[in-house]
């Protein structure tokens, strides 16, 4: 035992009674004298790249392994959120390349910046919904989570930290800006020198004065689940020889599926896919969508599929709904889960509104509109729903890119969103594929797809965004075939909340007919730019329901192209991705 970490090993306890023991374990290993630390102040430059994007930074796992690189940012976070002395913190990450060298060196940093606990998660893992999950349920003073998310992970890949405030949400503008302001000042950072902290063990740790209590990744996430759904309807749903097919994209998930689908839930071993997480995603890219989860989406549409199938991403977040032979869009998940909810034990109650991204589809709004409860529309990222749930002024939030989830956290939540499609399956004894064309014939079928342009130089990228802002009075009101203009902005918006104005969050065109073409830039990528493209046109007659989403959306494709000269000013005669 090296001589500033004391293991008070738990195995004197039985595992099952280890979450029952919490306090009795905690009076144990703290009764041990503290050991006084030195800590040390080194003196460092600033980075000036250290700008969080839609979800804090990423960059390539080479630039954060840059000598201070990491530091520096970790020390901003402290300086800028002005934890009292004694505080405490979540800390985990997805377990890509870099995740445990990262806590290795922010429990250092933590110490020496006063902190009076961590709560990290077994190997440093944490999905981001389980972090969310951690910092609610012992109220910690916010979480550090390491994740790149569906970037690509690998020593040529991404890494990626951002910080989540004490609601368990990303932080707010206010609180990256200045986060971002003090990295570009900043002179020094305080760490203490120390051998490796045993991350594998549960159990607690002594690191000078700061307390590090190692705890188990999946358990309270787990607890969680099981109180907002109905798992003897879903178990039962297995039983029957109902078949589903989950792929963790050898991501965080694959503890959490099995913990969750085939301990709790009885769902047969074959269920899972790719579940062994590792730090290349197995040189994948864990995005879990049509292009990047082909493997799933083969699966369910060969012959013979299962009834039911879904993925999610690096760090947990996102997720993707497939039924046999057919793709369920992220938007038209969360309109199917909204006008479901009362069916699901933890939303019987009814909802108290609902959120989705401005370039989310707006099949979600249909639905409020018919439950007459409000829906609010939010700029992309999830932290703009914080706000809004923290109020009660909603329950349910969704985006197109894949996310989905509630109150219950304040991050999307990829198994939340799996486990709700199932409890919605388990009570309908419908088809996936059924439930979401009813829906349709019911609400209309708001038709949608997004393309997007990967890896473009920036200039380019941004001048086909300024090209378009510049069309914007020459297209108002023009009539492009069946379409006529109706007004097109640059997306901005007010928190009804706290008043904060967030401006430039996008090109919007939109129709007389309630048509949209949406452009952005993404914020979470690390090399050159992508731009996306959005596109939606609403379908009221449910004889042309079966269509083809892109044969749909033709016209508006044509002119989403000729407006932007994407073509011509990127050279690219297609979309690097289609959803
Ligand atoms: C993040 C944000 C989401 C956002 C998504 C896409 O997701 O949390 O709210 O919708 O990025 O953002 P962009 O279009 O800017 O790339 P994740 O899963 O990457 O953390």
Redesign the pocket.
Known sequence: MNAFFRLKSLSGFKKSAYYSNQSAINKIAFREKSLNMKFTTVPTKPFLDQKP???GLRKKVKTFQQPNYLENFVQSIFDAIKAPQGATLTLGGDGRFYNREAIQIILRIAAANGFGKVLVGQGGILS?PAASCVIRKYKTFGGIIL?A??NPGGPEGDFGIKYNIENGG?APEKVTESIFTISKQISSYKITESEEVPLDNLGTYELGKMQIQIIDSVYDYSELMESLFDFDAIKKLFKSGFRMKFDAMHAVTGPYAEEIFIKRLGASKDSLMNCIPLPDFGNGHPDPNLTYAHELVDILYAENAPDFGAAS?G?G??NMILGRHFFVTPSDSLAVIAANARLVKGYSKGLLGVAR?MPTSAAVDKVAEALQIPCYETP???KFFGNLMDADKVTLCG?E?F?TGSNHVRE?DGLWAILFWLNILAIKSQSVEQIVKRHWTQYGRNVYSRHDYEDLPIEIATGVINHIRDSFSSITARVFGKYVVKSCDDFSYTDSIDGSVSTKQGLRILFVDGSRIIF?L????TEGA?L?LYLEAFEPDSAKHDIDAQIALSELISIAMSISEIKERTGRDIPTVIT
Do not use: M, Q, Y
């Not at 993404?522 to 990528?525: F, R, V």
């Open positions: 994007g839609t979800s981001t994740s998310s569906h990303p991403d760090d977040d996102r991204s992309t990222g999830w985006e890119s996310g999307k952005r993404s914020g979470t990528g992508t996306r």
